[in-house]
């Protein structure tokens, strides 16, 4: 009876991970199948039909040309602000999670609570006031008025701490302590060669939210010369004729043309996770110390 | 090994420690606390606190900069455009919070039941489309939605949508939007929340099954508590995001032939306000309306949930 169980509810979650398997890649298989065919061809043939390499190089060539190469201008500017904000994030964010899970200071839970809430609270609600800010030093329009507040990521100082507190037992530091290591060396010869997974982790979700943030760069990069992916998308799907017929066709983006645009805004994120894959669910710390 | 959700041993201070050099250590520790915490604090300070005290101090004056008290807030309320946009916010955070507790963490639980390397590959083909969040997702959700390109046709067929227009009726953005959110957001968590089971101590999965506990039981009795404050954060996070639609009904707004409102979500709303009024003082408000929801529902789980309990 118990092994009849077994076996049903194992089938059963098969079918049910498999349903949604479709769920999440269809769109995405649909959206690399999509730039082989014509705009005419995605309407009248099956949408898994297979286009020509042809007119794969065509799409490509008109969306990378398209207005003196701004695709790639596009994709420089994104590199540009989240590699930015990640490397500021990190340098500043695991010391942080590690001062706040093991030592002790005065302010120690309220600086946690405010990271809590801080990192809790809408982001775009401090987007106009970063924007006022921003603009009282002249800022605005800067790669730095995308970067700075980019690095200043609370989730990753609380991903930090949680990872500190719960994973990496005081013993072992308190160890290296008796063993006469002081508070940095304790920081820099244990603690650090432990958050491996915590800084893959961290810079994963600093590069998703730097590489497809929107309102932020929205805001405050009026100047199409310095839009990110994300900004340069938006200004695609306003030119085109695609979802807005009113638009003349002149500029030569069609829905291949848009997936072009779509995988290359893709294409960084997925690498990254790649890499990051294996650190990222490793179980965070496989036994330094048995209790 | 530490599982994610057990309370620390306190450190063990050496009974032979004299009083002095007691204290001496928990000094020099406060200060290396200081120092790990310094860089942050700045930043903290600088695109934070100032910030948000800016907004609130922007949510209190007029735009001379005299202090009004709360009639920004009551003219913002008042506008016809702010209670739809907080409904429709609302009704999609309905939807797409109720799926990621369901869903998100059914299907967690499922794949830690089954082999580690097939689980592996369900969870990078569920993350996957996490690369698209944002302006790319809402692209391609633009595509599926579309019913003369869509490979869902057949689908979209059963609802009688015939074109684009039909499928993104303003009516249907609720859930069209917790689509997408689930879409580009579920795998993410999944993998999340897989990891904080796979910090469960084997043993104890172990007993429960000795004990005579089934898969469903050891899910819910052993499992689930033992993940309750990693499912606490991702609800936080998922709600904080949640309030902030902003490209999701930008975007689509785009493709709609202006159908759907520019106003559509509070953001917007604090957007159009700022930048087509250019009244900074009502956008602050909105944007102080939306930290007091965010703020409030925090609260009420991590006080409830005691998510700090690792102290």
């Known amino acids: 009876m118990r092994i009849f169980n077994r076996v049903w509810s194992r089938t059963l979650s098969y079918i049910v991970l498999l349903a949604f398997t479709a769920f999440f890649m269809v769109p995405v298989i649909w959206l690399l199948f999509s730039p082989f065919k014509t705009d005419h061809q995605l309407v009248t043939e099956n949408p898994f039909a297979l286009g020509t390499l042809e007119n794969l190089g065509h799409a490509v060539r008109v969306m990378f040309t398209f207005e003196d190469y701004s695709l790639l201008n596009w994709l420089k500017n994104s590199a540009i602000y989240s590699f930015g904000g990640i490397a500021i994030a990190l340098i500043f964010s695991i010391p942080a999670g590690y001062g706040l899970a093991h030592t002790q200071f005065i302010g120690r839970r309220t600086l946690l609570g405010v990271t809590l809430f801080v990192m809790i609270m809408p982001a ?96 405050m990069l009026p100047n199409s010369t310095n839009y990110p992916l994300p900004i340069g998308l938006q200004d695609l799907l306003s030119t085109t004729p695609a979802f807005n017929p009113g638009q003349g066709g002149q500029v030569g983006i069609y829905r291949p043309e848009l997936a072009v645009a779509t995988i290359v805004a893709m294409a960084p994120v997925m690498i990254v996770f790649l890499f990051a894959q294996r650190s990222l669910v490793s179980g965070l710390l496989a036994g330094s110390t048995k209790e | 090994m530490k599982s994610v959700v057990s309370h620390q041993a306190s450190t063990p201070q050496g009974t032979t420690d004299s009083l002095g050099s007691k204290l001496r ?90 082999s580690r390397k097939v689980s592996a590959a369900f969870r990078f083909i569920f993350y996957l489309p996490g690369a ?36 993104i009726l303003p009516g249907h953005l609720p859930i069209i939007f917790a689509i997408i959110a689930f879409w580009a957001g579920a795998g993410g968590w999944i993998v999340v929340t897989y990891g904080a089971l796979n910090n469960i101590p084997n043993e104890l999965i172990e007993a429960a099954e000795l004990d005579g ?61 700022a930048f087509q009024n250019n009244n900074f003082n009502y956008a602050a408000a909105i944007s102080v309306d939306l930290l007091v929801i965010g703020l409030l529902c925090a609260a009420v789980l991590v006080f409830r949930t005691k998510l700090f309990e690792v102290e």
Not at chain 1, 131 to 147: D, M
Not at chain 2, 138 to 158: A, C, E, N, Q, Y
């Open chain 2, 213 to 273: 506990a089934g898969p469903m039981q050891t899910a819910l009795r052993i499992k689930l508590p033992l993940i309750k404050k990693w499912i606490t954060f991702m609800l936080i996070l998922a709600f904080a995001a949640g309030t902030q639609l902003f490209v999701e009904p930008q975007l689509v707004g785009e493709a709609s032939l202006g159908l759907i409102s520019p106003t559509w979500s509070p953001n917007e709303l604090a957007y159009y306000f």
């Open chain 2, 132 to 167: 698209l969040a944002g302006a790319a997702s809402v692209l391609v959700w633009l595509f599926m939605l579309d019913p003369t390109v869509s490979p869902w046709r057949l689908f979209l067929g059963i609802f009688d949508f015939k074109n684009l227009g039909q499928t």
């Open chain 1, 124 to 219: 775009t609600a401090l987007v106009l006031p970063l924007f006022l800010e921003a603009n009282s030093v002249h800022a605005v329009g800067t790669p730095l008025s995308v970067i700075l507040p980019f690095s200043f990521f609370p989730f990753g100082v609380y991903l930090a701490y949680i990872f500190y507190s719960s994973s990496v037992p005081k013993d072992l530091l308190a160890a290296a302590r008796i063993d006469g290591c002081n508070e940095w060396n304790v920081f820099r010869r244990i603690a650090l060669p432990l958050a491996r997974p915590i800084i893959a982790l961290v810079t994963f979700f600093a590069f998703v939210a730097n590489w497809n943030n929107f309102f932020l760069p929205f805001v």
């Open chain 2, 25 to 114: 250590r928990k000094r020099k520790n406060g200060v290396a606390g200081y120092a790990f915490v310094s860089g942050y604090f700045i930043l903290l300070a600088l695109f934070g606190i100032a910030p948000a005290v800016y907004a609130i101090c922007l949510a209190f004056t007029s735009t001379g900069g005299h202090v009004v008290g709360l009639s920004n807030f009551i003219k913002t309320g008042e506008d016809f455009r702010f209670l739809p946009a907080f409904e429709n916010i609302a009704e999609y955070l309905s939807i797409w919070l109720a799926s990621l507790v369901v869903i998100v963490i059914g299907l967690a639980l499922m794949l830690h039941s089954i």
